[in-house]
């Protein structure tokens, strides 16, 4: 008799929260410049090679967001650490739709984005959230207050535009840089 022993799995280095802004104020073109982007990124050789070096690999979920009811996870945690799993990631996206359009609710959003963390497979070593949008947030918890809860926390924050016209100061972004 022979006994297996299931070797555990290594947990990821990196959670990622790609949080897409799908409030009124995004158009359907910029809509698919997100989704497209995205997708386009997880095929992209120099971010294959990036994340073939990270031990574990990294874990991905796509958010999109507006109104605090409104908000819905598109795509569910993925592992990535070949190109075959960034291949169907990003064949998981292109065959989402649009889920709303609603207010601009960014606290909102970023609380829903930490709370997708819970629900890991494993925990991972390092949390972010890219979140992407193009308006002033009009609507639910206050974006400062989600941004320094969820830093103190040890999650990072970066904010993605989807055009470069905004030259606001980036005021979401917090936590651990460098990534």
Partial sequence: MFLTLATPA??????LVLAV???E???????LLQHEGIARAFESPLL????????????????????PDKIAITVGWTRIGSRA???????????????????????????????????????AGHRVIDVSGDGMANFGVPPSTARD???????TIRRVLPEQRDRRPRRLCGGR???
């Fill in 25 to 31: 104020s995004v158009s359907s073109e910029r809509y």
């Fill in 149 to 155: 809860t969820l830093v103190g926390k040890g999650i």
């Fill in 48 to 67: 294959l090679d990036a994340i073939a070096t990270v031990p574990g690999g990294i874990e991905a979920l796509v958010l999109e967001w507006s109104d």
């Fill in 85 to 123: 799993t960034a291949a169907a990631f990003a064949a998981s996206l292109r065959a989402t739709k649009r889920s709303s359009n609603g207010l601009t609710a960014i606290g909102s959003a970023l609380l829903a984005a930490a709370a997708a963390f819970d629900h890991l497979p494993e925990p």
């Fill in 10 to 15: 290594r947990a990821a280095a990196l959670a």
């Fill in 177 to 179: 840089q460098g990534l």
């Fill in 21 to 23: 802004d799908v409030s």
